[in-house]
C-alpha cells in the first residue's frame, strides 16, 4: 500500500509541476501584474476543485470513511489523499523556486504540517477516512482562490468579487470551521487509539490551520464586507512584492488544508 501511495504522490507531483511549467507558456490575464502568483493560484484552483469536489462526493458515497475514519475507506479514497500530497509538495517547490525563504515561510510551514498529516495515511494506509474529512476545506480554497485571482485582474469593485467574499465566508464557516471542529472533537474522544505521536502531529496540523482559517474569516469580513474599500494593488520596487493599500498582501496564503488569502 506505501510503494502504491509514494507512486501516485509522485505521479501527482510530477503533474502539478508540468502544469506550474506548462501555465508560462500561456498567456495571463495583461491586468495581472504578478503572473507567477496568478499562475500559481491558478494551479492551485486546479487541485481545489479536484480534492474539494472529490472529497465532497467520496464522503457522500461513502459515509464509512466518517463513522470509521482509521480503517473504513475505497481505494480510490488514497489516490485523492496521495495525489493532494503530490500537489502540496509541487506547489512548496513552485514557492521556493520563485520567492524568498522571508516571502514564502509561513505557507511552506503550513504545506510541511499537511504533508506530514496526509503522508500519515498514505503511508500507514489507515486514516484515509480522517484525511478526506480534511480535504473538504478544499471547497473553501476554490473560493479563496478566485478571490485572490479577482484581486490579481483588478475585479475588487466587481459584483464577482462581492459574490466571491460572500461565498469564501459561507464555505469557510461550512467546509473549513465544521470538518476542523468535528476532527478536533473526533481526536479528543479517540485520542486512546493512537499513538502519542500521531496525536500531537495531527493536534498541531488542526490547531495551525484552525487559527489560520479564524484569522483568514475575520481579516476578510472586516475588509470585504464591515469595511469594504477599493484594492488598488502596486508592486512594491525594492522587494517585488505585491500590496494593496491598506496593508493586504496579495500574497499567497494557502490552505487542507490548504489557504490562499
Known amino acids: 500500500m506505501a510503494s502504491w501511495g509514494l507512486l ?41 476543485l479536484l480534492s474539494g469536489a472529490g472529497a465532497l462526493i467520496g464522503l457522500w458515497l461513502y459515509p464509512q470513511m466518517v463513522t470509521n475514519p482509521i480503517h473504513g475507506h475505497p481505494s480510490w479514497a488514497m489516490v485523492l489523499v496521495a ?21 514564502a515561510w509561513d505557507l511552506l510551514c503550513h504545506h510541511l504540517v499537511v504533508v506530514s498529516c496526509l503522508s500519515t495515511a498514505v503511508l ?28 490579481l485582474s483588478h475585479k475588487a469593485s466587481s459584483l464577482a468579487f462581492r459574490i466571491t467574499s460572500w461565498a469564501t ?3 469557510l464557516a461550512l467546509f473549513r470551521l465544521l470538518p476542523l471542529g468535528w476532527m478536533s472533537l473526533w481526536l479528543l474522544q479517540q485520542h486512546y487509539q493512537l499513538s502519542l505521536a500521531l496525536v500531537i502531529l495531527c493536534g498541531t496540523g488542526l490547531v ?43 500574497t499567497r496564503n494557502n490552505s487542507t488544508l490548504s489557504m490562499k488569502d
Open 169 to 171: 465566508l459561507t464555505t
Open 124 to 151: 500507514s494506509g489507515h486514516f484515509v477516512g480522517f484525511a478526506m474529512v480534511s480535504l473538504l476545506l478544499e471547497l473553501n480554497s476554490i473560493c479563496l482562490h478566485l478571490r485572490k485571482l479577482l484581486l
Open 208 to 250: 495551525t490551520v484552525g487559527i489560520m482559517s479564524i484569522s483568514l474569516g475575520i481579516r476578510i469580513l472586516i475588509r470585504d464586507v464591515l469595511q469594504p474599500r477599493p484594492y488598488p494593488i502596486f508592486v512594491h520596487k525594492e522587494t517585488q512584492q505585491t500590496k494593496t493599500h491598506d496593508g493586504e498582501s496579495v
Open 83 to 103: 495525489m493532494s500530497v503530490g500537489y502540496f509538495l509541487a506547489d512548496g517547490v513552485d514557492m521556493l523556486w520563485n520567492q524568498t525563504l522571508a516571502q
Open 8 to 48: 501516485v504522490t509522485g505521479a501527482s507531483f510530477m503533474v502539478f509541476r508540468g502544469l506550474h511549467w506548462g501555465l508560462q507558456l500561456l498567456p495571463t490575464p495583461e491586468s495581472a501584474r504578478d503572473r507567477w502568483m496568478w499562475r500559481n493560484i491558478f494551479v492551485s484552483l486546479i487541485h481545489s
